[in-house]
């Protein structure tokens, strides 16, 4: 069993960024692609960014391209979501997740799941 733990999560100012990280109890997660998704009150769960494997391919929704970058370290078993010129609309639990069977990169059905850190963007 992977377990994934989220932070960085926090209040921001509009304009602001945030650095979340992900960080995976097993080495195996170097194998899986993985993915953060967000959850806004009131709205389902939806994808925001994934990246493979390798770091070599990465997927964003177009709400968050040019402002949000993905990017994983394998030796430390940690995902990244930098967040930049944040905006009212990106306040949402986000959440790490991985998939360990190589689903397409913007496929929303993950094996493993955090529990989730809340992100805070004022006006």
């Known amino acids: 069993q992977v377990q994934l733990v989220e932070s960085g999560g926090g209040l921001v100012q509009a304009g602001g960024s945030l650095r979340l990280s992900c960080a995976a109890s097993?080495?195996?997660?170097?194998?899986?692609?993985m993915g953060w998704f967000r959850q806004a009150p009131g709205k389902e769960r939806a994808i925001v960014a994934a990246?493979?494997?390798?770091?070599?391919?990465?997927y964003y929704a177009d709400s968050v391209k040019g402002r949000f970058t993905i990017s994983r370290d394998n030796a430390k078993n940690t995902v990244y979501l930098q967040m930049n010129s944040l905006k009212p609309e990106d306040t949402a639990v986000y959440y790490c997740a991985a998939d360990r069977t190589g689903r397409s990169m913007g496929a929303d059905v993950m094996d493993y799941w955090g529990k989730g850190t809340l992100v805070t963007v004022s006006s």
């Open positions: 990246i493979s494997w390798s770091g070599q391919s990465t």
């Open positions: 097993a080495r195996t997660v170097s194998n899986y692609r």
